[in-house]
């Protein structure tokens, strides 16, 4: 994914910030990715043991390989939409503005962005033990743009993300107050 597609940046905007969704919060998928991956060994292991003729038939041996592709592909390809929708989630911030690109599944997005000055309030959410032991949370962020509400969600250090955003919109409010009382020649 080219950022230069999605971001189409002004002559002195800089990206600040990407935020990612914390790492942490892909483990439970990793593990339940790999017991996915060991429950038909297990199975096979059992079926071996009370059926041991099931597995030598010249009918049921090649249906058992079929299924077990079948299911083995099914799990890895879950797999990869669900990264895929952890790693393309995505927070830009600039000097002038925030993007939220949100991947909603394999195939589509939504991009979301709102300029710094109209940030109204921004909340940051840690809920929880794992978060709290691992500092990621939640940021809720209100605007007065058209999309009232921003939710970004298991973002590492929240409250540090947080009073940066409200750090950078407060210099662009100064910067578009300062641009709006000049008058223009």
């Given at each position: 994914?080219?950022?230069?597609?999605?971001?189409?940046?002004?002559?002195?905007?800089?990206?600040?910030?990407?935020?990612?969704r914390?790492?942490?919060?892909?483990?439970?998928?990793?593990?339940?990715?790999?017991?996915?991956?060991?429950?038909p060994?297990?199975?096979?292991?059992?079926?071996?043991?009370?059926?041991?003729?099931?597995?030598?038939?010249?009918?049921?041996?090649?249906?058992?390989?079929?299924?077990?592709?079948?299911?083995?592909?099914?799990?890895?390809?879950?797999?990869?939409?669900?990264?895929?929708?952890?790693?393309?989630?995505?927070?830009?911030?600039?000097?002038?503005?925030?993007?939220?690109?949100?991947?909603?599944?394999?195939?589509?997005?939504?991009?979301?962005?709102?300029?710094?000055?109209?940030?109204?309030?921004?909340?940051s959410?840690?809920?929880?033990?794992?978060?709290?032991?691992?500092?990621?949370?939640?940021?809720?962020?209100?605007?007065?743009?058209?999309?009232?509400?921003?939710?970004?969600?298991?973002?590492?250090?929240?409250?540090?993300?947080?009073?940066?955003?409200?750090?950078?919109?407060?210099?662009?409010?100064?910067?578009?107050?300062?641009?709006?009382?000049?008058?223009?020649?």
């Amino acid at each position: 994914m080219l950022l230069s597609t999605y971001i189409h940046q002004k002559s002195y905007e800089h990206i600040v910030y990407k935020v990612r969704r914390d790492l942490i919060t892909l483990l439970p998928a990793i593990f339940g990715f790999i017991l996915l991956l060991a429950a038909p060994f297990g199975a096979y292991f059992l079926f071996s043991k009370i059926f041991p003729s099931l597995l030598t038939n010249s009918i049921t041996l090649p249906l058992t390989i079929l299924f077990a592709s079948i299911y083995f592909l099914s799990v890895g390809l879950f797999f990869y939409t669900y990264f895929v929708n952890f790693y393309l989630d995505l927070l830009i911030i600039t000097n002038d503005r925030l993007l939220h690109i949100n991947q909603i599944g394999m195939f589509a997005r939504s991009i979301s962005e709102v300029d710094l000055y109209k940030i109204q309030d921004i909340t940051s959410k840690i809920d929880g033990f794992f978060p709290a032991l691992f500092k990621y949370g939640d940021l809720l962020i209100q605007t007065a743009g058209t999309q009232e509400k921003f939710m970004i969600y298991n973002v590492p250090d929240p409250e540090g993300l947080r009073q940066i955003i409200l750090d950078l919109a407060e210099e662009d409010r100064k910067f578009h107050s300062l641009n709006s009382t000049q008058p223009t020649p």
